[in-house]
């Protein structure tokens, strides 16, 4: 993951930080997008100078900038979609937030909702016309993120400028101001103190003080309700993966600095619905202060947490009941006891405001209180289709068959390792190798292609990722990849958590639950033929318009896929603002795909 900075005296001393905001200015130099002044009755847009601006520099200096045929307005998606000469709409500037499956306001309007549940913190995707369709604009003054490993501690303020973490947080370290920038000290609710301290008491509570998470066999960790994000940055050095989630509620922003930090995050949230990853996934599932009541509905979210915990896996408990006498806590306290005791769940570490149990590996204690009428065993075999969308489940699942358990080898090992469930999808030894070797390849020539310093590459989303070879490909390289597999492909999600990778289920005919501006790479391999045809709402200018949303200024789109289709993406990519270079590559299936490398312009609203 590279070398780690280390602030030192500047997280406190106010000529550090302008030096550190000196070297990021240099380091972004070419990047770096000037602030913006306004908007006018009739705005347009314009390329942002190339280097900062001092905020009394006038309009008249930015009149050379290169001007762009698109317009401003708020456009919605009709039946018929037709793109005009122009370009894609810009959507008001007021709009550059805007995540389209969490509208606020939509949401609001819908009556049936289960809100006790919090299913209106769900994924909601409006109907089509109610989705807006033009191109989200980036904030005043947004800047090109800092580079990774700094920005683990430090952001622009101008690219996530709300005030509200800071306020209500600040004396539990999420996160302080410190001139234009956001510092993050790596605190939490129950970590106050630094997430490094909080991490080694958890090797300690898990190891009996002999060792830490890594030696406890923790290699992927679901951290739910994430805040910032910071106990999974402070996992990374112990080479531990951890997909981060929160909901698009009152700290709003949360993943969004968890994204711009350069953190792996999604919105996200444990309410009606299985979360979108397969079953038999993490050592560990974390909940520091994040709200969820896990004791309500016969502890249905709880058996959630069961389906998605490899056996012997942890679930790490630090809220008020585990250590509170006031109120209704003790009652609390004492219902999750009685729903992990039903579940075999063993309590192994209560101490300092934290409670960890581990799930069973043996099923004969969940078999006799399934027998007596204490627990539920769910029938079906969730294994076989993904987790999209599927309602929770108030059962758990018996791995009757031990054969179906496999001993996973270390985390350095486990990206080239053949596992199980690539046998169980059909996959041979010998294509699973031929794979690994195609997509280091390609990764190579890639890198050739889009001519930067790998350092300026942090969020990486593949759309498409199969067996995960594009992702153990850039695993030497300082990035975290999503790994997204559409439902309605073959299920190979498993193989990737097995692989010691993250991702998520997902259908491109939605916007996927993330911020605008979110990832500096997308790749898509051969995923727009896979939609063609598939529904009237579920276009190829749709699949464009929700990776401009979600790319940054200056990222990069990979796509590869048929000929004709390609043809199609490059009359269209101008008029989303995006450049094209075309190049050949070998196909390890077809002989040859075309690669269209597509940059977004910066441009800005003035």
């Not at 106990?231 to 009152?250: E, R, V």
């Not at 949303?549 to 004709?564: A, H, L, N």
């Amino acid at each position: 993951m590279g070398r780690w900075w280390s602030p030192v005296s500047a997280a406190v001393e106010p000529r550090s930080v302008q030096l550190l905001l000196l070297g990021v200015a240099l380091v972004a130099a070419s990047f770096y997008a000037g602030t913006l002044f306004g908007s006018s009755a009739s705005p347009a847009l314009v390329l942002p100078p190339s280097r900062p601006r001092s905020p009394d520099s006038s309009r008249s200096k930015v009149a050379d900038a290169p001007m762009f045929t698109n317009r401003v307005s708020l456009t919605y998606r009709m039946k018929q979609v037709t793109v005009p000469d122009h370009g894609v709409d810009v959507c008001p500037l007021k709009y550059n937030e805007y995540v389209p499956c969490h509208d606020a306001s939509y949401i609001r309007s819908l009556k049936n909702l289960d809100r006790s549940r919090h299913e209106d913190l769900e994924s909601i995707c409006p109907p089509r016309e109610k989705r807006l369709f033009c191109l989200v604009p980036p904030p005043i003054d947004y800047k090109i993120p800092i580079r990774w490993p700094t920005s683990r501690d430090y952001v622009w303020r101008s690219n996530v400028n709300h005030s509200h973490l800071a306020e209500v947080k600040g004396g539990q370290n999420w996160v302080h101001e410190k001139g234009e920038l956001w510092w993050f000290p790596g605190g939490g609710t129950h970590f106050k103190h630094g997430a490094s301290e909080y991490i080694e008491r958890l090797g300690n509570m898990t190891t009996n003080s002999t060792g830490d998470l890594r030696s406890a066999g923790v290699v992927q960790v679901l951290d739910v309700g994430c805040g910032v994000a910071s106990f999974s940055a402070y996992l990374l050095p112990l080479d531990i993966q951890t997909m981060s989630f929160a909901p698009k509620d009152g700290h709003e922003n949360q993943i969004q600095f968890a994204l711009e930090r350069g953190i792996g995050a999604m919105i996200s949230v444990l309410a009606t619905k299985q979360l979108p990853y397969p079953g038999n996934s993490f050592e560990m599932v974390h909940c520091s202060r994040c709200r969820v009541d896990w004791h309500e509905n016969d502890g249905i979210l709880l058996k959630e947490v069961d389906r998605l915990l490899r056996p012997n896996g942890y679930f790490v408990y630090s809220a008020p009941p585990a250590y509170r006498k006031d109120k209704d806590f003790p009652v609390i306290w004492e219902k999750l006891v009685n729903i992990t005791t039903a579940m075999c769940w063993k309590l192994i570490g209560k101490h300092v405001q934290t409670a960890i149990w581990v799930k069973p590996e043996d099923e004969s204690c969940r078999q006799k209180n399934a027998d007596m009428k204490l627990l539920n065993i769910c029938e079906s075999n969730e294994n076989v289709s993904p987790s999209w969308k599927i309602p929770l489940m108030n059962c758990v699942k018996l791995n009757k068959d031990k054969s179906d358990i496999q001993k996973l080898p270390s985390r350095s090992d486990r990206l080239s390792f053949y596992f199980k469930s690539l046998e169980m999808i059909g996959v041979t030894p010998e294509v699973f190798e031929k794979n690994n070797q195609f997509w280091k390849n390609q990764v190579h020539k890639y890198w050739s292609f889009l001519g930067v310093e790998k350092t300026t590459i942090r969020n990486v989303m593949d759309m498409n990722a199969n067996y995960g070879g594009f992702a153990a490909a850039l695993s030497n390289d300082p990035v975290w990849i999503m790994n997204i597999v559409p439902h309605t492909m073959t299920n190979t999600l498993p193989v990737i958590y097995d692989r010691g990778l993250l991702g998520s289920y997902h259908d491109w005919c939605e916007p996927f639950s993330t911020y605008p501006r979110s990832y500096d790479l997308l790749h898509a391999f051969h995923l727009f033929s896979h939609y063609e045809g598939h529904k009237e709402d579920c276009l190829l200018v749709d699949i464009m318009l929700e990776m401009d949303r979600i790319i940054r200024p200056q990222g990069f789109v990979i796509i590869r896929d048929q000929k004709s289709t390609l043809s199609r993406i490059i009359d269209l990519a101008p008029k989303f603002l995006w450049d094209v270079t075309t190049h050949i590559l070998e196909n390890e299936e077809s002989g040859t795909d075309q690669v269209l490398i597509c940059r977004k312009k910066f441009w800005a609203i003035v």
